[in-house]
């Protein structure tokens, strides 16, 4: 099991933390978005990775 603790845990939070704000801001249906939300939260590094090739990004303002 991979354990990130530390310097590395506190990145990956914040880099999950700006995915979920990225996500919720999209213009992906709500069903869409509840799914992406939930990959990023049960697998914070995969889903981040995941995410950044395939995942909604926030709408430009």
Same mark, same amino acid.
């Given at each position: ?10 990145? &990956? @939070?914040? $880099?999950?933390?700006?995915? /979920?704000?990225? *996500?919720?801001?999209?213009? #992906? ?8 939300? &939930? @990959?990023? $939260?049960?697998?914070?590094? /995969?889903?981040? *990775?995941?995410?950044?090739? #395939? ?7």
């Amino acid at each position: 099991m991979l354990e990130i603790s530390g310097l590395g845990g506190l990145i &990956l @939070l914040i $880099l999950d933390i700006w995915a /979920i704000v990225s *996500i919720v801001g999209s213009s #992906a249906t709500t069903g869409r978005k509840v799914l992406w939300v &939930l @990959l990023v $939260l049960i697998l914070p590094l /995969i889903g981040f *990775i995941i995410w950044l090739i #395939a995942g909604p990004r926030a709408a430009k303002v």
